[in-house]
């Protein structure tokens, strides 16, 4: 069974740029949880897609976006790219809350 | 605004060793305590706990949850070299699901051979 696959798996991108993440989930998992990971702040959550649904967002402005597709693959936008955007943002899957969440081994942005 | 925090955040122990990992939550409505194994990338899961399962083990790992002291314990006894990694522990409301999970900084654990 494949993992939450996520694509690209580094990016390098300028100030001011925008960037696009990818993440597949385990098939038969709807639930699609995004999150940014930076030494300071450690794992915060950025939104949760079910069904195409965004259910809840972080605290993240709005640049910060996403959306999910009938094939529950989810992806994450950032525009006007800022140097403290730099991180390692990790996407989780879940069929149910019940059983916890499957991450994947996440996308590492750096912005320059 | 919830909040996770854990300790030690960072820990040098000896392979065979017994260690302790603490975490502390304030989380509202709070429904779910998870824990993580962070090697390099993708966090790796390790239990859930919620009132209906307050003590979990598999292995040499364990944990338990005190609803009423608000915490949680993760256990690891005779340790090895491979249980190198950062342990987070994660707070969830709504069942761990829509609202996100709070995220504690982690405790960085190293086992000396």
Same mark, same amino acid.
């Given at each position: 069974k494949a993992g939450v696959t996520q694509t *690209?798996? %580094? @990016?390098?991108?300028?100030? =001011?740029?925008q960037v696009t993440l990818s993440c597949s989930p385990i098939s038969g998992h709807r639930?699609?949880?995004? %999150?940014?990971?930076? *030494? &300071?702040? =450690? @794992?915060?959550f950025l939104f949760e897609y079910f069904s195409e649904t965004q259910r809840n967002k &972080?605290?993240? *402005? &709005?640049?910060?976006? =996403?959306?999910q597709f009938s094939n529950s693959r989810s992806e994450m936008n950032v525009s006007t790219l800022e140097l403290g955007d730099s991180a390692l943002y990790l996407c989780a899957s879940s069929q149910d809350s019940a059983y916890g969440y499957t991450f994947g081994s996440g996308t590492r942005l750096t912005v320059v | 605004e919830d909040k996770v925090v854990q300790s030690p955040l960072s820990l040098v122990v000896h392979e065979g060793d017994t260690v302790t990992l603490?975490? !502390?939550? #304030? /989380?509202t409505n709070f429904r779910s305590l998870l824990w993580y194994k962070q090697e390099k990338k993708a966090p790796t899961f390790l239990f859930m706990l919620t009132s209906s399962g307050i003590e979990k083990k598999s292995g040499r790992l364990s944990s338990i949850l005190d609803?009423? #002291?608000l915490f949680s314990i993760l256990n690891i006894t005779a340790t090895q070299t491979g249980d190198s990694a /950062?342990?987070?522990c994660a707070g969830g409301? !709504?069942? +761990? +699901?829509a609202d996100g999970l709070t995220f504690g900084? +982690?405790?960085h654990l190293i086992i000396q051979p």
């Open positions: *690209p798996r %580094y @990016l390098i991108k300028t100030r =001011g740029q639930s699609v949880s995004w %999150y940014q990971q930076t *030494p &300071g702040q =450690g @794992l915060q &972080g605290n993240f *402005p &709005g640049r910060f976006s =996403g959306r | 603490n975490c !502390s939550y #304030e /989380v609803k009423k #002291e /950062v342990y987070l409301d !709504s069942g +761990g +699901g900084k +982690g405790t």
